[in-house]
């Protein structure tokens, strides 16, 4: 299963990226989590992105693609499946990332799009904040990300509904109904991905079910 995670900060996509790769047996390669290793290693790259991760602001384009190809090649040698969670954030990374994962016959059998409102999100960012003490989760910073999401992260999910790719699940539920819901549909489809060609796939919309997997 090779899946993309397209969702606004703080609606919980590196907690269901991981749970996904898990229940498939897949990496799951979290731009976020690269870059802010190579930030605490003080590594030549984390000093050169620091200033933008602190800001909240988007690291170069080529640098975070860089990074990824690389770990699409380790996926694919330890069996081809991927959980990239984070990228693409802009149109260009996803022309980008579509032709790195077509050179290596590893393009995205499905786009998972977790949908939350704003204040939803700030609320759970800034309570995150007060645990986790990320340099990125100050009022401020958590608004100017919402912002380049809205800007430039949200208009891809169009490109890839059109490709007929897109799941997208309502994450303003309980973390593990969401959970439910996507492996559900993930499930669902898995003997189905090598039946189908992506040209003939229909996008899916699971964010008006959330009452039929239980109360919010
Ligand atoms: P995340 O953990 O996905 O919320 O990412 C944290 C920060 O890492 C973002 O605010 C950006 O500064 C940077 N970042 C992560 N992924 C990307 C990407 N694909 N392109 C550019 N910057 C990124």
């Known amino acids: 299963m090779r899946i993309l995670l397209v969702a606004p900060p703080g609606a919980g996509k590196g907690t269901q990226g991981a749970l996904i790769a898990n229940h498939f047996h897949v990496p799951h390669i979290a731009t976020g989590d690269l870059l802010r290793d190579h930030v605490a290693r003080r590594t030549e790259l ?3 992105v620091q200033e933008c991760l602190d800001r909240g602001e988007l690291v170069h384009d080529e640098i975070v693609l860089d990074m990824v190809r690389v770990e699409l090649e380790k996926a694919k040698n330890q069996g081809r499946g991927y959980v990239l969670d984070g990228m693409p954030r ?12 077509r050179t290596l016959d590893m ?6 799009h977790l949908v939350a409102d704003d204040d939803e999100l700030v609320r759970r960012l800034l309570a995150r904040a007060a645990l986790e003490h990320r340099s ?3 009022e401020e910073v958590v608004r100017r990300r919402l912002a380049i999401y809205h ?5 891809i999910v169009a490109w890839y509904d ?8 309502d ?3 309980p973390v593990d109904h969401v959970s439910r819901q ?10 189905l991905i090598s039946l189908v060609p992506e040209s003939a796939r229909t996008s899916i919309d699971l964010t008006g079910l959330g009452e039929a997997f239980g109360e919010r």
Do not use: C, F, K, W
Not at 91 to 99: E, T
Not at 107 to 112: F, P
Not at 182 to 191: F, G, S
């Open 46 to 48: 984390g000093l050169a």
């Open 171 to 173: 994450a303003m539920q």
């Open 90 to 101: 802009n149109m260009p990374q996803a022309r980008s990332i579509y032709q790195v994962a």
């Open 162 to 169: 059109q490709r007929g790719i897109l799941v997208a699940v």
């Open 136 to 138: 990125d989760d100050t």
């Open 107 to 112: 393009t995205a059998d499905v786009v998972l």
């Open 182 to 191: 996507i492996l559900t549909a993930l499930e669902a489809m898995r003997p």
């Open 151 to 155: 800007d430039v992260t949200h208009p």
